[in-house]
């Protein structure tokens, strides 16, 4: 079942995106080599409840922090631990905010120091996966055009997406329909309406698109071990344009 | 945060009804969006047994002879224009939903310059009218 947004609604959503990204960008600002992803959970804490928001994550299906920090070949729903962050790593941020009722979802990947030119790469192809998923996201068009961008872009470029996870509505709960998966061809799925809002992840791999899911029943691994990539933002539809609700102006 | 994908056809079918079924609630507006009669706003006023939302809009479906829709072919609005003790009567429900409509086109005009951006016309809102090519094959 799609729920609709008004306009004040979307308003109201477009708060929570930003409170998200203002939380997230504090957050990257204490990335760093010898931190641990514990330390950077405490901060994304504070600065959700700093914006007068509450963490989306924490509690969520029973997840045991605020936010998910996957390193490496963790794909995404990484617990923070009391690992310590190494020049060369890369490190995922999926942060949720609950601000005024609605949720604000968006994720990031951030190299830790210097990084090899292949995690580079892979970062570059995931973020540009994200840019052409939000483009094809238009009123009018359908769920699984997004896909297509997503899955058509990453493939030619020689990575995987991964399929058992996917994007989703969003509003009054983190997780709406429409599914948005990474993957499907086009034309396919719901109509994508004003007052609409998505959340579009793409989770790419170096390597093959097999993931698994370790005994703590939420940290998602490569199963070949090579690195994994996750970008994502939350989007409006408006009759006549998209907009990025989780992106800070300027 | 993902969610995680469901399998094709689904994993627990009665589950995501049930699920589906709490979230629409009697006197939840509701717009169809598949069927001939897509764009068409209605009053949630019951469930039946097959899982279906029965609706009314008090003019073409009365509350005495609602029709069935599946959940799936429905947009839900998050608004609610009446208390749900009044929706066995089909003039609360016209004018519930000529409020909701009234609503609809505030917005429209309203909605943006409200929030203070100007650059922002056009309300987000279903799309009015039978957009037949709406329709989802292989759904229903």
New interface residues.
Partial sequence: MIVLKTASELAAMRRAGQATARALARVAEAIRPGVTTRELDAIAEEAIRKEGGVPAFKGYRGFPASVCLSVNEVVVHGIPSDRRLEPGDIISIDIGVILEGFYGDMARTFPVGAISPRAERLLAVTWEALERGIAAARAGSRVSDISWAIQSYVEAQGYSVVKEFVGHGIGREMHEDPPVPNYGRPGRGPRLEPGMVLAIEPMVNEGRDKIKVLSDRWTAVTVDGKLSAHFEDTVAIWPDRTEILTRLPG | ??????MPGRVNPTRDKQI?RA??RVGQVV?S?AGRDAGRSYLVVGWREDGRVLVADGESRSVKRPKPKN??H??????WYTDPVWVADDRHVREALARFRRDQEA?DKA??A??GRAT?N??????KGGERD?R?SGDD
Avoid at chain 2, 74 to 79: D, E, I, K, R
Avoid at chain 2, 122 to 127: D, E, L, N, Y
């Fill in positions: 945060m993902p969610d995680e994908a469901g589906e979230r629409v717009t969006r959940v799936r429905l947009w839900v609005h998050s608004m917005e909605g943006d409200r929030e922002e056009g309300t987000p809102r279903a799309r709406g989802e």
